[in-house]
Every structure is written in C-alpha cells, then in structure tokens.
C-alpha cells in the first residue's frame, strides 16, 4: 500500500469522526455543557438524582416521569431515570414539548394494545394540551385532547422502567410555570425603529447560564411567528466568539463576530437588542465587542437606561388623556368635553372613532341613511370622507407614524366582517383603501374588532367571539396576516373588545360574568382575570395602553382600574350608558 493511499485513509478516517462527533454534538440540548462522549458515557446519571422510589407501581413510574420531564438540567437526568438502560443512552428529546393541564390521567391500556407478557405494560397518559413550546423556545396555543401511550417493561430487580420515552416531552402548565423562565428577545419594527419583544422560555436553572440562553435566542433570529414581521439588525452573520460570562470587573461580556461590515447606526440598534434582551436576566453592566474591540467606538459597556427611547413612537404621550364616543360626539376622557370641531359638535354622527399615536389624527366611522362610511383627517378640523367602504365597519386603527413629527399614513378598519382593509394616505393627500390578506382569520368566524399593535407588527382581532393574535407581514405593495393563534379559546369565549396595554401584553372584554375583563401576553400562555366586583355586566368596551389604566364601559357607565386585583372605580368622566373610551392607537 503506498504512503500516499494510507494518508488518504488516515485523513477519511479523521473526517469521518469529525462528522460522527458533530452529530453527536447537534443532539445534546442546550441545558447541558456540550463535551464529547464516548458510548459507555451516554445515559450516565449524576449520583446526585435520586433514582425512583423502590417498587414503585407503573402508573407511578409514568406520571413521576412526567412531572420530571420539566427539569431539563443534566441532559433531562431527572426524568432519565424512570427508563431502562438501553433508553438511558439513547434517548434525545427534541427542543419542543407539549405543555398539558395539570390534572391529567394515566390509565392502562386495554384491548388489543394490553401486552400478553405480564412483565410489560402500556400505560395511557391522557389530559388536554394548552399548547406547545416550538424549538424557537416560543409558546404556540394549540387546545386539543391530549394521549400519549408509554410502554413499560419490568427489569431483572423487579423495578418498572421505561423503553419507549416520547420524542418530545410532555409536562404540566405547572410544572412549566415553575421550571421555565418567560424572557422578551428584542428585534426591530419594520418602520419605525421601534423595538419589539418576542417572548420566549428557557430552563430557569441555573441561574448563571440565563444571559448565554438568551444571546442564543437572539442570534438565532425571531421566533417562527413574527418571521417576516420584525427585522434583525444582528442579520445572519453575527456568532458568539465565546461564552457570555462574567468578567472580574463585573460587566457581562458578549464578544461577538461577524459584524464588521456593519454601519454605525446598525451598531447602535445591535446594541440595543442585546442589552434589552439580557435586561430581565442580569443587573450587570452589558459589555458588548465585535472581534474583541468595543462593537461602538468610545463606549464599552451599556445598561439600559444609557440606551435611546426606541418605545417614544409607540406609545401614546402623557398629554393625550384619551377620547371617547357618546351620542355621536367626540368627548375628552380627561373632563367629558366635546373635542374641537365637527366631530365633537355633533356635525358628523360618530358610531366609533380612533386617534392617531401622535395625536393629531382622527379616524372616524359615521353613521348615515345608508350604512356607515370612513372619515380620516386632522384632529380638531373638517374630517373628510373616504368613500363608503361597506354596510358595516369596525372602530378604526392607526399605524405608528415613522418619525416624531411625522402624520400616520395608514389606518386600518374591517369592512362587513370579512375584509380587513388599510387605508394609505396618498402623495396628494387623499385616502385610499388597500384589501389586507387576512384569509386564515376570516376563516375562523366574521371579524368584529380589530387593534393593530401600537408598534405595527402584530394584529389583535376578535373572530367569531375568540381574540386571534397574528403577525403583520409587508413586502413592497402588499400586506398578509401570518400566524394567527387563538388565545385562551376556553377561558375567554364571547369577546366583545380588545385592546394593546402593552407591547406584548393585552386587555379583552366579554360578556362572559365569570370573565368580564381579562388581561393576557400576547402568547396566550396564561390569563389574569381582573374582578367583577362593581361592574354591571354586560361589559361593552374597553381600552388600555402602556402606563395607563384599564377603562371599561359596562351598563352603567365608564369604570378604571390600574391593576388584576383592584377593585374598579367609576370614571372621574363618566357620562352613563353607551359610551365608548378609546386612547390614541
């Protein structure tokens, strides 16, 4: 054999490990350390994770085995050790999981699937699935029955282990909630540069391993249900040159690469992604390099408080109490005077009304012989006609304007239930209406309420009575609605009004009395149920908006409360029934 074919085999041979080692490596989930194993090492359990209870029976094993599920630490040790040896070392969940209710059951299987071997068992584990964490690390709702089958097989000690762990892990709402930390990522509105949060969920222990959980999420991109909605200004190319730690002058260090094309302003939006994404993690300062170098000339370290106001756009100015509709008449929510002009004289015959973010827009649908039409113009002036759009229209809704003394050029409104249509401001100055793709919410049922997000990217509808969450999605001439998921679909049944408290967070009311009013992440993973104490159901309206307090309309007139547990309290402007609040957005 000559010298040059051994090097040849020598050099396949090292390939051929290289490649062998890094699918070993792909597999090991991010909770544990990666290191390279040999065989006999896979399915080694640290002596510090107690083995299950001695004779414990098979209904025991699988539902002990579910609660440990939740803990992802030691490569899943925890729920590793209710399964037999052979599935010790082989077993790889994925990334996701099915999250179910905590009361679920686990049942012998019966029938043809009962083994005959009275040394095996197939158990049921049955409940119902809230929803699923995607291997982005995002909850998707998804409300459905849920079965699982566990085979069980008794070992040479008599005790009963498991050979056929699930693929994906199953764990309660509880033990989630108690295991799992909820963090927002960061990524950019398309216009303008406000910054958006993407709620993800990463394994709350241990604690120091939090800041490099979230730099991953953030440079693997926005979650699966804002792709195309949000963009990245890290973009595809910026990698971690080593692990987020510590330093010894106590700054959190994140040494990136890849980002040395980038403008000075991309720098400084990069910046702040990382800083306020790792801002619910760590109090430390951010020290952020780019190829061991200060990513922003001059200045090495950040907190967030050092960073822009990115929000200012998005989110309505102290100055602007909000409005209200009341007899066909715009009044002030700060002292129930009419607004400025016709529209609070009584010249137009308001049926519902929105104000532009800035304050300096209004958006009007009117009653007349024929149906409804749309206003929009300059608040305080004449509000011209758009055209009549249809029979019926929703209460209206602006986009965010794309600078601090720029007008919004698109409001958006649903016409007869079925088409949601933006209304773009032209060159000229005129309207014009322009049909939004939102096929797959219309499909669940007639459209009766629609808010755009005050940052533009997400839509919160209410369609045949459930509120539905979907990301906006723009190309050049044309806007989709991507994504919808259906929130609290059990819980929150008759929705009549919805609106954004926050970014990432929002407010529903229905006409349900065990749930008048109900506040909710944009998620969907949990609901808190505000009191009924004081309200006169049926609750018609409510409005909500960053650092203000809820307003409801009910039967009796207009109440607020600031918080879940307060007890509402009559608005200082309540005027009686039929009045409708609304702040700008």
Partial sequence: MSGTTVRRGRTLLALLCCLLLAGACANIPEESTPEVVTGDQLGQISP??????????????????????????????????????????????????????????????TGEEK????????????????????????????????????????????????????????ITEEDFAKNYLRVPVYFFAQDPSALVPDLRYVPARPQSELPGRVVDLLLAGPSEGLSGAVRNPLGD??????????????ALLVPLSGLEDRSENEKQLIVAQVVRSLQNVTVSRIRILSDGAALVDGHVDWRPSELPSYEALVAPSADLPGLMTLEGRIRSLADGQPIPGPAGSGAYKVQSAAQSIGGTQIAIVEQTGNGVRLRVGEFGGEVPVVEQLGKTLTRPTWRPSSGPNAASGEVWTVVDGRQIVRVLRTPQGAWTPQPVDATDIAAIGPITDLRLSRDGVRVAAIAGGKLVVASVVRSSDSVTLRAPRVLQEDALGNVVDVDWATQDTLVAATSLQAAPVARLPVDGLRIDKFSGSNLTPPVTAVTAAPSRSVVVADSMGLWTAGEVGEVWRPHPQSPGADAVPFYPG
């Fill in 48 to 109: 510090d994770v107690p083995e299950p209870a001695k004779d414990a029976d098979v209904l025991t094993v699988v539902r002990e085995f579910v609660h440990a599920s939740a803990k992802p630490a030691g490569d899943n040790a925890a729920a590793r050790v209710y399964l037999d040896e052979e599935s010790r070392k082989s077993w790889q969940p994925a990334r996701g999981m099915s999250i179910i209710d905590n009361t679920f059951g686990t049942v012998y299987a």
């Fill in 237 to 250: 190319d910026a990698v971690l040159d080593n692990n987020v730690n510590p330093t010894a002058d106590g």
């Fill in 115 to 170: 083994p005959a071997d009275p040394n095996e068992r197939v158990v049921k584990v049955r409940g119902f699935q809230l929803g699923r964490l995607g291997s982005d690390s995002a909850f998707i709702p998804t409300k459905m029955p849920y079965e699982l089958s566990v085979e069980l097989r008794k070992q040479v000690d008599g005790q009963w282990r498991i050979v056929n762990p699930p693929p994906n892990l199953v």
